[in-house]
C-alpha cells in the first residue's frame, strides 16, 4: 500500500475512535447523572419536555455517537491484522 493509503486509513482509525470515545464518554455521563448537572446541562434547555431527564437521550446518543462508529473501526483494525496475517503466513508457505 502507498504511504498516502496508509496515512489515510490511520488518519480514519483516529477520527472514528476519537467519535467514538467522546460520544461514549459524554453520554456515560448522561447516563450517570440524568439531570445534567455533571456536564452543567440543566433540563430546562430541553425544547420539547418528552423527558423530564437526559437518561434516555444518554442511551440514544451513546448507541449513535459511541457504539456505532466504534463498530467500523474493529472492522478497519481486523482487516489490517488479517492481512498482516496473510503476508505473514503467505512466506512460510513459499518455503515449504
Known amino acids: 500500500m502507498h504511504k498516502n493509503g496508509q496515512i489515510s486509513i490511520l488518519l480514519l ?6 467519535q467514538s470515545v ?5 453520554e456515560i455521563l448522561l447516563i450517570v447523572d440524568p439531570s445534567g448537572s ?7 434547555i430541553m425544547q420539547v419536555n418528552i423527558f423530564s431527564d437526559f437518561l434516555i437521550q444518554g442511551f440514544i446518543l451513546s448507541l449513535l455517537l459511541g457504539v456505532f ?8 483494525i481486523q482487516k489490517k491484522r488479517d ?4 503476508v505473514s503466513t503467505s512466506g ?5
Open 13 to 18: 482509525w483516529f477520527l472514528i475512535g476519537s
Open 83 to 86: 492481512r498482516h496475517h496473510r
Open 69 to 76: 462508529p466504534a463498530i467500523p473501526l474493529v472492522g478497519l
Open 38 to 44: 455533571m456536564m452543567q446541562m440543566p433540563a430546562t
Open 22 to 26: 467522546s460520544g461514549l464518554g459524554g
Open 92 to 96: 512460510s508457505d513459499d518455503i515449504l
